[in-house]
């Protein structure tokens, strides 16, 4: 396995995926994440409801994850379906999930 120095680091995609780890960070948006794995895409609604938090609350973390490009859209008829950009995404979330509950 090659050793990667920081200079060899490009700084677009540092700032990107550290723009990506603070989206992620906040409880509703892990949870939404949680509720996005394995490919589900889901509407604000049926997000909202698993949650228990109003609609417009998800719809605000909802767009702050796309913007940040954790998440995607796609629209269907009257309905957005939202979905993780990067399925492997959720390993993020697997891996705090395991260094959180002493696993």
């Given at each position: 396995m090659a050793v990667m120095k920081i200079q060899e680091l490009d700084a677009d995609r540092l700032d990107m995926a550290a723009n990506m780890l603070k989206a992620i960070a906040h409880p509703m948006r892990i949870a939404i994440l949680k509720h996005l794995e394995a490919g589900k895409k889901?509407?604000?609604?049926?997000?909202?409801?698993?949650l228990g938090i109003e609609q417009s609350t998800t719809s605000h973390h909802l767009g702050i994850l796309?913007?940040?490009?954790?998440?995607?859209?796609r629209?269907?008829?009257?309905?957005?379906?939202?979905?993780?950009?990067?399925d492997t995404l959720s390993q993020i979330v697997d891996c705090l999930q395991r260094c959180t509950c002493g696993e």
């Open positions: 889901l509407t604000v609604t049926e997000i909202h409801e698993l796309k913007d940040k490009g954790v998440l995607c859209s629209r269907e008829g009257k309905n957005t379906f939202y979905y993780l950009k990067h």
